[in-house]
């Protein structure tokens, strides 16, 4: 598997993950070669995780070519933008933006949590709904858990989600993974974007309101999709 890679300089790399592809190892899966193996396979020298993406979901990731950067990465991304496209559950209803700040538990103390969130749009058959999410804090599946305290449980999500629900999407519209995508990232002098993959592009296409969606992704996030 040949990993894209979306942008380069002397200090880091941004590529785009697959879906159903670990960022590092991980024991539940000890035959699978993670992302950042297959990477530094690819390159032919060492490099060091800043972020990490669910294994279900795709998109940029960062990744740093040296370890005295990579402190300094994790700070650009907590004060930059990272953007996230989210297909969930149900037609929302709500407001068209808002922001979601339930807080999360880390390690049995509640942390602050601060999620932007736009309804771009959706449809009543199948019901379901798109959302732009940009976290504000980074914590442990935060995306997945505040657009679930909205109702509306990311598609394809085994642990946050419906999984009646999933099932239904799964056989009846081909969904075999997280419907969750790394859009963008936005940080000091560095401003990426990842295309859809094709399995995105498949299912999106037999939705009506896909059209829509598309118009809303340019004008709030500035991200063409074919």
Known sequence: MQIEILYEDPNCIV???????????HPRFPKEKSLITRVQEQCGYPLYIVHRL??????????AKHPHVVAGYKEQLRQGVK?????SRGLYRGNTDLWVENPMKVNGVYKEARSYVRFLGGIGDPR???FLVQPQTGRFHQVRRHVRDLS?????DSEHG????????RENMGLQRLALHAVSIDIKEITVQCPLFPDQQVLFSKLSCWSEV???LKRYANFESH
Do not use: E, M
């Open 83 to 87: 953007t996230y496209l989210a297909v």
């Open 15 to 25: 590529v785009a993950k697959p879906p159903q592809l670990l960022t590092h190892g």
């Open 214 to 216: 598309k118009i809303q």
């Open 162 to 169: 419906d999984s009646k629900i999933n099932r239904w999407w």
């Open 54 to 63: 669910d294994r279900g979901a795709s998109g940029c990731l960062l990744i």
């Open 128 to 130: 379901c709904s798109f």
């Open 152 to 156: 509306h449980p990311i598609l394809g």
